[in-house]
């Protein structure tokens, strides 16, 4: 192993070792005391079976598995759209091999661009600890001795796994849908954006071009959260190997599907196989997610949801652990926004597996891990085909494209491209990836907002046609939910393309699909309730130093001191976002999550 990934995943364990024996404790207590099926009344049984008349006799019977499906189907979401018939196959493809599945419970889904830069953004962070209680309740039933979890996107699948951890004793597969066909380049749709934010297009020429980028069923084709998702659940060995960016509608994704309920059907403590999920999460797959993450210049925003995905499973990991991570990893991946391909491009290029085989092969993954296929990382380092009607895998080769993908002995960066800030402003994450090397460090006064759409009226009032650095406070997950500022994205290029040096600092978090403009993010502690966020003033010289790590106002230790916070805006109400108060009372800080359901479950 890399002495760094080795060393890392050490202090990990270390600093993990109560809580994850508690975990792995409550993971025996659950499997011991299982309210399964042969132990529960008859008229629970009854209840459980009345909806299943195909299934209901080999139910009755218990012989083989009943795997519980947790959905996140809905046709608003392109990524999920392509769940529709999923739960009517998966039930035949379990009847294959003498098992039977049944529709556990459905989660909430929402699309991060649809709410982008409006009210129900706000919602986004906290939809995934509703996720995550979602996913139990849908579990609680004790009547699964398996599971299946259908989900993508952005807060989908950290709620999703959120939640399954906590009934660890369990065998689970997370099943993807993959992206959409590539439709217009990425850059080209951003540059349509950034000519509407200066008034060069009409809205009907930007409506086309986003029509034609986001076009079909499937995730979105750019590198942002949703598809680091599906990256990080092949690093962790909880896809079947190599399914994460087939293309929906195929033959080869609906063999891929088939493969998992049947592998899952497989894992179960009647067999000789059994390997729960919480076993499957362990400190080394965390650590591997990690990696996979810097690797491949994914989204920021699994610096906030990997550490919540392991706290889950009794695992403490924090931003330290990234950035020593960071500086030990080499960038093996450009995809957009890091590049101009998307992850159709990535795919066709070598995908995961190149990927996978790589970095086992540089000592950066951990092999020995346990996997849903099998008991090393190895498989995954393997591309699915089809040879016939037959699903195989084989070696990736090459790639076939090394403008998008390298080896690890000829990385495009010899380390990930992710920094922690740490000075007087307080410590906060920015990703450099796609940051061109002269933007690293920016220094420039500041310019104080309290809500995004006040940045934009003064862009268009023509106010930041200057050196300026952005500050947007009051964006924490306690004061407002923490919701994405992605709508910042088009006019901060549109100043730095116009030659001003520009960055952003704010408590809130940017899109995954964020990337030329230096943003120094997730700012902790928050602006609400005492971060040194809120004593920055309009002028403050800021420096942002992605090169040696510090984000600091350059103001005088006397004056700094002497300062009153700002006022923090009344919270806000409409679009439900009242309803989600009691998450923003008890949201922890973005380095532990930003969970609320975590910080009152004691995790």
Not at 386 to 401: F, I, Q, V
Request: proline share 5%.
């Amino acid at each position: 192993m890399n002495p760094v990934v080795s060393a890392v995943t050490d202090r990990i364990i270390q600093r993990s070792r109560e809580s994850r024996a508690r975990y792995l404790d409550l993971l025996d207590r659950e499997r011991g005391a299982w309210i399964g099926r042969p132990m529960l009344g008859c008229a629970n049984l009854a209840h459980a079976y009345a909806g299943t008349e195909e299934d209901r006799d080999h139910l009755k019977a218990d012989r083989g598995m009943n795997i519980g499906l947790v959905t996140a189907y809905n046709d608003m979401l392109s990524a999920h759209a392509v769940y529709y018939r999923y739960p009517e196959q998966m039930k035949v493809w379990a009847r294959e091999v003498g098992a039977t599945a049944q529709v556990a419970g459905g989660v909430p889904a929402m699309c991060d661009g649809v709410t982008q830069g409006y009210a129900g953004m706000e919602l986004s962070l906290f939809s995934r600890d509703t996720i995550a209680l979602s996913t139990a309740v849908a579990l609680s039933h004790g009547t699964f001795e398996g599971a299946a979890l259908l989900g993508i996107c952005d807060k989908i699948v950290p709620g999703l796994l959120m939640g399954a951890l906590r009934f660890g004793h369990l065998p689970m597969v997370l099943i993807p849908g993959g992206p959409m066909p590539t439709g217009i380049p990425n850059k080209a749709k951003a540059a349509v954006r950034e000519r509407y934010a200066v008034g060069d297009c009409s809205r009907e020429e930007l409506l086309d071009a986003e029509i034609a980028a986001y076009h079909g069923k499937g995730t979105c084709t750019f590198y942002g959260t949703a598809n680091t998702n599906q990256m990080m659940m092949e690093v962790m060995g909880l896809h079947m190997p190599g399914a994460a960016f087939v293309n929906p509608g195929t033959r080869l994704r609906q063999e891929l599907t088939r493969a998992a309920v049947q592998r899952v059907a497989k894992l179960g403590w009647r067999g000789d196989d059994y390997r729960p999920i919480g076993r499957i999460v362990d400190e080394r797959a965390v650590v591997n997610a990690a990696v996979g993450l810097l690797a491949t210049g994914g989204s920021t925003n699994h610096l906030l949801h990997l550490p919540a995905i392991a706290r889950a499973a009794g695992i403490v990991i924090d931003w330290e652990d990234f950035d020593r991570l960071s500086a030990a990893t080499p960038l093996i991946a450009r995809v957009y926004p890091n590049g101009s391909a998307d992850v159709n491009g990535f795919e066709a290029a070598g995908g995961m597996p190149f990927v996978i085989r790589e970095l086992i092969g540089s000592g950066h993954l951990h092999r020995d891990i346990l996997t849903v296929a099998g008991s090393s990382l190895d498989a995954y380092g393997e591309k699915p085909q089809l040879d016939g009607d037959t699903l195989a895998w084989r070696d990736p080769g090459a790639s076939s494209d090394e403008t998008i993908l390298r080896p690890a002995s000829a990385p495009f960066s010899p380390d990930g491209g992710m920094r922690i800030l740490q000075g007087n402003i307080g410590r906060a994450c920015i990703k450099v990836s796609a940051v061109e090397r002269e933007r690293w460090v920016i220094e420039a006064p500041a310019r104080v907002f309290h809500d995004q759409l006040d940045v934009l009226k003064a862009f268009e009032a023509g106010e930041l046609e200057c050196d300026v650095v952005v500050v947007v406070r009051f964006q924490g997950p306690r004061a407002n939910g923490m919701p994405e500022l992605h709508k910042l994205t088009p006019p901060l290029g549109v100043l730095q393309n116009r030659g001003f040096k520009v960055a952003l600092v704010t408590d809130g978090r940017m899109s995954g699909a964020s990337g030329k403009v230096p943003c120094a993010i997730h700012v902790s502690p928050e602006a609400l309730g005492g971060g040194a966020i809120g004593l920055i003033r309009d002028g403050d010289m800021i420096r942002v130093d992605a090169v040696n790590g510090a984000v600091d106002a350059l103001v005088p230790a006397d004056v700094w001191a002497a300062r009153e916070q700002a006022m923090a805006p009344p919270p806000a109400s409409g679009f439900g976002r009242e309803l989600f108060g009691l998450f923003r009372g008890a949201a922890d800080e973005a380095e532990k999550g930003a969970s609320a359901v975590l910080a009152g479950a004691g995790l």
